[in-house]
């Protein structure tokens, strides 16, 4: 069975600083692997996606995610938070027509 | 907007009354998603259609619930003798054919809120 862990419900940062939001997955095929964002009250909105080309993905808003087979992990990262990027942080695997979320993370962005 | 469209946004019913929420997808797209997201969680997957055909239903999807695609294009999903433990919200999703693995983005759209008082 195929699986996300996302370590850490909630991240808080200060506009600036570096984010990085941590998932982990488990899968016994070579996973696709993708970070959604969902804003108050709206549905999710892809930022990447991973489908076994390169291991660096990069997405929207300044985003990107490492695909590392040995860790299991495919980690979020932006360099310098804004106050926008304020919102939960879904990671997720499919293994052939679905997908499967994880529990997400709440980004708070701080001033 | 070309976007996947669902309504309605919000709905407050009584335990025990019916609800039935519409999906438009995005017109292209043949593949058709229901999920289900409550607080605090990350969306689970109820069931998909391949143009009219439910391909796949989720243990999630008790009997009282059930999904249409009568034309392979607009969905609904009826739930009936709602239990305040159906309160979350309700995501439609959709993709062109292949799903996510063939590489396709699956978008989604803003969801349906349900309240059973």
């Known amino acids: 069975a195929q699986s996300v862990t996302q370590l850490g419900s909630h991240v808080s940062v200060s506009e600036g600083a570096l984010v990085l939001l941590r998932c982990n997955y488990s899968?016994?095929?070579?996973?696709?692997l993708f970070w959604y964002v969902q804003y108050p009250n709206q549905g999710l909105q892809l930022l990447l996606k991973?489908?076994?080309?390169?291991?660096l993905v990069k997405g929207i808003n300044g985003f990107e995610a490492e695909f590392k087979k040995s860790e299991t992990s495919f980690h979020l990262t932006k360099p310098s938070a804004h106050m926008s990027d304020a919102a939960e942080y879904f990671c997720?695997?499919?293994?052939?027509?679905?997908?499967?979320f994880g529990t997400g993370t709440l980004l708070a962005v701080q001033p | 907007d070309t976007g996947v469209s669902q309504n309605p946004r919000h709905k407050i019913t009584k335990r025990g009354q019916n609800v039935t929420f519409r999906c438009d997808p995005i017109?292209?797209?043949?593949?058709l998603y229901w999920y289900r997201q409550t607080l605090g969680q990350g969306p689970e997957f109820l069931t998909y259609?391949?143009?009219?055909?439910?391909?796949?239903k989720s243990r999630l999807l008790s009997d009282r619930f059930s999904a249409e695609r009568p034309k392979g294009s607009f969905s609904t999903l009826e739930i009936q003798r709602t239990e305040q433990g159906d309160s979350a919200m309700y995501l439609c999703?959709?993709?062109?054919?292949?799903?996510?693995?063939?590489?396709?983005?699956?978008?989604f759209g803003e969801g349906s809120w349900l309240t059973v008082v």
């Open positions: 017109s292209e797209h043949n593949r």
């Open positions: 997720a695997v499919t293994p052939t027509n679905k997908l499967i």
């Open positions: 899968s016994s095929v070579p996973p696709y």
């Open positions: 991973y489908t076994s080309a390169a291991t």
């Open positions: 999703a959709s993709s062109l054919d292949g799903g996510a693995r063939s590489g396709n983005t699956i978008y």
């Open positions: 259609f391949q143009n009219e055909a439910q391909l796949e």
